[in-house]
């Protein structure tokens, strides 16, 4: 049965090892936040680096920041939202957009780790991104060394605390870390962040929809307890009306699943009535959409992100 806090003093010991400035890549996730703090305490020169990539949910950059700074953590928010939407123009194949955000994910890194004059960097790589990635269902941001790319290219020693666990273990570590509830038992929120979400070419314009529309998914859904919730903005147009005109308009679909360990998923049996008033919010909340569905789909045959 799994110890959290044999393996948090485990891993602490493992830690004490790093000797050199080191850089923990944070998201604001579960998996990087529970790195920085594992760190935080047997890490001597430990910076903090949330790269605002333009693609997180709505005021996670400012949220990001306060929590560390309110906890004694030394955070960076490096602004660099051009450079990844410049790196996703035109693209639309799922596997090609998640090399472009990992090969500009890691150029800004790498920059940043060279100003900071930094020798380690740790990231919160899970069980369940190797997995994936080594099964060739879809390749992971922070998953280098097991897709054949040498991190010293990126002139850095990786480090990765958690790589030989699963999503509910890193959520029994961040627990017993003493993190409060509304972090460590937070919904999954993909590396590449919204540019998973988006169909098609990730623009700012689309990217907007969709923040807009997870904003509103979450603050309907997340009462339920699923393992994940989220908007995608499909690529497709839908024929609608409104004021008495015909127009076409953007499909948001929302997605709602129950699963342990990420590897299986099941669709959440959200009342009719919830539903309803989600999509409705959707509708009025944000005009260039047309029309709601709700993906029922199981993993497998799906995955639970749509890229």
């Known amino acids: 049965m799994f110890d959290p806090d044999k393996y948090i003093e485990k891993k602490k010991d493992e830690l004490k090892e790093i000797k050199g400035r080191t850089v923990v890549a944070a998201s604001g996730g579960v998996d990087s936040t529970v790195c920085a703090f594992l760190a935080h305490t047997v890490v001597d020169d430990l910076k903090v680096v949330f790269i605002d990539d333009g693609l997180m949910r709505e005021g996670e950059p400012e949220q990001v920041s306060s929590f560390f700074k309110e906890r004694g953590l030394d955070i960076t928010v490096v602004n660099a939202q051009k450079e990844f939407f410049d790196s996703l123009k035109g693209i639309t194949d799922p596997e090609e957009k998640r090399k472009a955000f990992r090969n500009t994910f890691y150029t800004v890194l790498g920059r940043i780790l060279k100003d900071f004059k930094a020798k380690y960097l740790i990231q919160g790589t899970i069980a369940a991104d190797i997995k994936e990635t080594k099964g060739g269902i879809k390749t992971q941001h922070n998953v280098l060394e097991q897709i054949g790319i040498d991190p010293k290219r990126y002139g850095l020693t990786i480090v990765e605390p958690l790589k030989d666990i699963y999503k509910h273990e890193v959520r029994a570590v961040g627990r017993a ?98 539903l309803e008033k989600l999509r409705d919010r959707i509708l009025n909340e944000i005009p260039s959409v047309i029309k709601v569905v709700y993906d029922i789909t199981p993993k497998p045959p799906s995955t639970i992100e749509y890229i």
């Open 177 to 274: 870390l003493g993190l409060p509830e509304q972090l460590w038992d937070r919904i999954p929120f993909p590396g590449p962040g919204l540019a998973c979400r988006v169909i098609g070419e990730v623009t700012p314009e689309r990217t907007e929809v969709v923040r807009k529309a997870t904003k509103i998914t979450e603050e309907e859904l997340l009462e339920l307890k699923p393992f994940q919730t989220f908007a995608v903005l499909l690529n497709d147009k839908a024929t609608g009306m409104k004021n008495g005109n015909r127009i076409f308009g953007n499909i948001i679909a929302v997605r709602c699943v129950e699963s342990k360990d990420a590897l299986t998923a099941f669709p959440t049996n959200v009342p009719w009535k919830k």
